[in-house]
C-alpha cells in the first residue's frame, strides 16, 4: 500500500471548499436564487420609501445591509443539506481529515459564495440608488467583505446544526439573526459614514467591533464544530 | 412487544416513580411567591412617590428586579452549558433549560414594563438608546433561539449538546451587542443622568423598597427554576418509561 | 507481509444511546486476509459495531483498534479504514470520477485521478465516469460508492449490507474485490441479512443480538444449511426474550 499522506488543515479545508464550489457551479439553483432575491430586494425596497422625502443615497447603506443578511442566509441554507442527502458528512469523517477542516472548508466556500453574489449586488445598489463609483465604494467592499467573514463564520456552524433538527430553514435564520446584530450595526453605520465621504478614521470604533467580532467568532465557531456531530 | 412480565415490571417503576411526586407548590415558591406581592404593596401603598415622574416611576419596582432575574437565570443557563459540555452531566442540562425559560419570562416582563414607563415619561413606546432596555431586547432573541432550537431536537443527548453550544456562543455574543448598542446610543443621545431610579442618592424608603424588590424577585427567580426543574424531571422520568417499556 | 497484531480488536465495547445499550460488551479479534459476516435481526447493533469500528461514534467505555491504532485519538490511522453503507456518501450532482478523485485527495493518494479511474473499473464503472450520479441507477450508485470506499486500499473495510440493490453483475463484481481485498491482506467486516451471500464470501461468522455477539464461528467448520437453521432459531427466539428495563434515576 502506497504510504499516502492525508493534506493538513488548511489543504483538507480548501479540498472541501472546491468540492461544494465545485457542486454548486454544477447546479447553479441556489446562487441563482439568492442573486435574484438580493437584486429584487434591492429594487423593492426603493419603492417602499418616497424618493422626495429621502433621498436614496441615504437609504443605501440600510438598504444594503438588510438585503446581504438575508441573501446570505440563502446561501447558507445550502451548506450542509449536501451532506445530509446521502450522508457524504459520514465519508468525509471516516476520512483522516480534522473535524475542523471540515467547518473551515465549507466556511470558506461560503464565504466565496456570497462574496459572488455580493460582487453583483453592490454595484446593483450603485446603479438603482445613484451612488458614487469611486473610492468610497471600495471601501464599502471591503467592510462588506469582512462582515462576511463574521456572518460566514456564525452561519457555517448554525448551518450544521440546524440541518440535523426539525423545521431546518426556519431554525437557520432564528439562531443566525441574533449573531448578525451587531455586525449589521457596525457594518451599516461604518457604511452609512464613508458613504457620506467622511474620512474612515471616523468609522474606525465600528470597525474595531467588526474586526474583533470576527476574530472571536472564527475561533469559537471553529472549535464547537465538532460538538455538533455526532460522536 | 408488550408480553404480561414486561408490563407488570412496568407498572412498579410506574408506582414508585410517579404515584407519589414531590408537590411543585411547595414552601419556597409560597414564601417568594409572598414576598413579591409584599413588596408590591409596598411598593405602591407604603413608598413616596417620586417627585417628578408621579405614580408610573413605580413600574421600576417591578422593572428593574426582573432585570435582575432575567440576567441570573441566563447566567445560570451560560455556566450549566458549560458544565453539561464538560461532564455530559443531564442535570446540568436540565438546569439550562429550566433556567432558559424562566429567563424568557422575566425577560419579557422587562420588555413590557419598559415601554409602559417609557410612554408615560418620554411620551415614546420604545426608546433605543436606552442601553439596558435594547439590550434586554437582544437577549429575548437569544433566549427564543436557544429554547427553539431545542424544541427541534429529539435525541436527549443532542439537545443538551447543542444547546450547550448555543448558550456559550450566546454567552460570547453578548458583550459585542453591548459595545455596539452602546456606541450607536452614545451617538444620538448621551446617557441619561436624569431618572436613573438606583442612582445612590435615594431616599431611604425607596431604597429600601429597591433592595426587598431585588431579594424578592431573585427568590422568585429561584423558585421558578427549582419548579421547572422537576418539571423536567418528571418529564424525562416519563419519557424513559415509554422509550423502555416494551422494547430492546 | 501480514502483520501479526489485529486489524480489528474490539474489547468490551459499549456504546448507549441515553438508556439503550446498542453495543453491550463486544470483544472482537480480526486478523488481516480475515472476513467476518456479521448477521443478525434489525436493531441487534450491527451497524452501531460497524460506526464504532470506523470511528464514528465514540465507545461509552472499552475500546476499539484498528492495525493497534485507536481512531477517536490518532486521526491519521483512519486511512486504514473503508467504510460503505447504506447510503452512497456520494454526491450527486458530481460525476463518479470527481467523487472518487475527490475521496481519493482526501487520503492524500499521490496521483489522485489515476487511483480514481483504477477503481472505478475495478468496479466495472469506468464507462459511466462522467455521468452526473445522479443519472445513475441505485445499482450503479452502489458501485461508485465502493470504489470511492476503496481508492486509497484500506487494510480493514467495513461494509454494511452492500449486496442490497446491486444486480448480478454488481454483486460478482464486488464478490471479486472482497476476493481481491482479502488476498492483498485486508481484514472485512460484512453485516448482511442474507445468511448465504454472508457464509459464500467469509472466513468468519458472528450473530449479534441486542448488542452482544451471542456466536462466532470459523467458516469451514459451518454445514450452510444448518447454520441458517440455527441462526432462524436464534433469532426467533431472541424476539421473545423480554428486555431488560431499568431505568437509572439520575434526579
Not at chain 1, 438585503?67 to 451548506?79: C, K, P, T, Y
Not at chain 2, 431545542?150 to 435525541?155: L, N, P, Q, S, V
Not at chain 3, 446498542?22 to 486478523?31: M, Q, T
Request: overall charge neutral; hydrophobic content about 55%.
Amino acid at each position: 500500500m502506497s504510504r499516502a499522506r492525508a493534506p493538513g488543515t488548511f489543504g483538507a479545508a480548501w479540498l472541501v471548499a472546491r468540492k461544494d464550489l465545485a457542486i454548486e457551479f454544477r447546479t447553479r439553483t441556489a446562487f441563482f436564487s439568492a442573486l435574484v432575491f438580493a437584486v429584487l430586494a434591492l429594487c423593492i425596497f426603493y419603492f417602499a420609501w418616497d424618493e422626495s422625502i429621502i433621498a436614496p443615497a441615504q437609504r443605501a447603506p440600510g438598504v444594503l445591509w438588510v438585503v446581504l443578511a438575508f441573501s446570505a442566509l440563502l446561501g447558507l441554507q445550502r451548506s450542509f443539506s449536501i451532506e445530509e442527502h446521502d450522508r457524504g458528512i459520514d465519508a468525509l469523517l471516516v476520512s483522516p481529515i480534522s473535524r475542523e477542516s471540515i467547518y473551515l472548508g465549507k466556511a470558506i466556500g461560503n464565504l466565496l459564495f456570497l462574496c459572488a453574489i455580493q460582487l453583483i449586488t453592490i454595484p446593483a445598489l450603485a446603479l438603482f440608488y445613484n451612488l458614487p463609483i469611486g473610492r468610497p465604494l471600495m471601501v464599502v467592499t471591503a467592510i462588506v467583505l469582512l462582515a462576511m467573514i463574521g456572518i460566514v463564520a456564525v452561519g457555517t456552524l448554525f448551518s450544521a446544526m440546524a440541518v440535523n433538527t426539525r423545521l431546518a430553514e426556519l431554525l437557520l435564520p432564528m439562531l443566525s439573526l441574533p449573531f448578525f446584530v451587531p455586525i449589521l450595526m457596525n457594518a451599516a453605520q461604518a457604511t452609512t459614514r464613508v458613504l457620506g465621504d467622511r474620512p474612515l478614521a471616523e468609522s474606525w470604533p465600528w470597525l474595531k467591533i467588526l474586526i474583533a467580532f470576527d476574530l472571536v467568532f472564527v475561533v469559537a465557531c471553529t472549535l464547537a464544530f465538532p460538538f455538533t456531530l455526532e460522536e | 412487544m408488550t408480553s404480561a412480565p414486561a408490563s407488570a415490571s412496568a407498572r412498579t417503576v410506574l408506582s414508585s416513580g410517579l404515584t407519589a411526586p414531590k408537590p411543585i407548590f411547595d414552601w419556597f415558591f409560597a414564601l417568594a411567591g409572598l414576598s413579591v406581592l409584599a413588596v408590591a404593596v409596598r411598593a405602591i401603598y407604603f413608598t413616596p412617590m417620586e417627585a417628578l415622574q408621579g405614580a408610573a416611576q413605580k413600574i421600576y419596582y417591578i422593572h428593574v428586579p426582573s432585570a435582575l432575574g432575567a440576567y441570573i437565570a441566563v447566567g445560570i443557563t451560560a455556566l450549566t452549558s458549560v458544565v453539561y459540555l464538560w461532564l455530559h452531566d443531564e442535570r446540568a442540562d436540565r438546569l439550562a433549560e429550566a433556567s432558559a425559560e424562566v429567563a424568557l419570562v422575566f425577560i419579557t416582563v422587562v420588555l413590557t414594563t419598559g415601554p409602559i414607563w417609557a410612554h408615560k415619561i418620554w411620551g415614546a413606546w420604545w426608546v433605543w438608546w436606552d442601553m439596558r432596555l435594547t439590550f434586554t431586547l437582544f437577549l429575548w432573541f437569544i433566549v427564543a433561539a436557544y429554547l427553539v432550537l431545542r424544541d427541534g431536537i429529539e435525541d436527549p443527548a443532542m439537545r443538551g449538546r447543542y444547546g450547550a453550544v448555543l448558550a456559550i456562543l450566546g454567552a460570547l455574543l453578548i458583550p459585542f451587542i453591548h459595545l455596539s448598542v452602546y456606541l450607536f446610543s452614545a451617538r444620538l443621545h448621551p446617557m441619561p443622568v436624569v431618572l436613573k431610579p438606583d442612582k445612590p442618592s435615594l431616599p431611604p424608603e425607596m431604597l429600601t423598597t429597591f433592595l426587598l424588590a431585588f431579594v424578592a424577585f431573585t427568590l422568585l427567580c429561584f423558585a421558578l427554576i427549582r419548579a421547572r426543574y422537576r418539571i423536567a424531571v418528571q418529564r424525562d422520568l416519563v419519557t424513559a418509561f415509554e422509550g423502555d417499556g416494551g422494547s430492546r | 507481509m501480514f502483520p501479526t497484531c489485529p486489524a480489528v480488536e474490539a474489547s468490551r465495547v459499549r456504546r448507549t444511546f441515553g438508556r439503550r445499550r446498542a453495543v453491550d460488551g463486544v470483544d472482537l479479534s480480526l486478523y488481516a486476509g480475515e472476513c467476518l459476516a456479521l448477521f443478525g435481526p434489525n436493531g441487534a447493533g450491527k451497524t452501531t459495531l460497524l460506526r464504532l469500528v470506523a470511528g464514528l461514534l465514540k465507545p461509552t467505555s472499552g475500546s476499539v483498534r484498528v492495525c493497534g491504532h485507536s481512531l477517536r485519538e490518532d486521526a491519521s490511522a483512519r486511512a486504514h479504514v473503508g467504510l460503505i453503507s447504506h447510503q452512497s456518501m456520494l454526491y450527486r450532482a458530481l460525476t463518479p470520477r470527481e467523487n472518487v478523485e475527490f475521496a481519493a485527495r482526501l487520503y492524500g493518494i499521490p496521483d489522485p485521478r489515476a487511483a480514481a479511474l483504477n477503481a472505478l473499473e475495478r468496479m466495472r464503472i469506468l464507462d459511466r465516469a462522467d455521468a452526473p450520479v445522479r443519472a445513475l441507477s441505485r445499482g450503479l450508485q452502489q458501485r461508485v460508492s465502493i470504489a470511492r470506499s476503496i481508492v486509497h486500499e484500506p487494510s480493514v473495510v467495513l461494509l454494511d449490507e452492500p449486496y442490497t440493490g446491486l444486480d448480478a453483475a454488481g454483486g460478482a463484481a464486488l464478490t471479486d474485490m472482497l476476493q481481491l481485498l482479502r488476498s492483498s491482506g485486508a481484514a472485512l467486516i460484512l453485516v448482511t441479512h442474507n445468511v448465504d451471500e454472508g457464509l459464500g464470501v467469509a472466513s468468519h461468522a458472528a450473530v449479534m443480538l441486542d448488542g452482544k455477539i451471542v456466536r462466532h464461528d470459523d467458516c469451514a467448520t459451518v454445514e450452510p444449511r444448518t447454520y441458517i437453521a440455527q441462526y432462524r432459531e436464534l433469532v426467533l427466539r431472541g424476539a421473545e426474550h423480554e428486555s431488560s428495563f431499568d431505568v437509572e434515576a439520575t434526579a
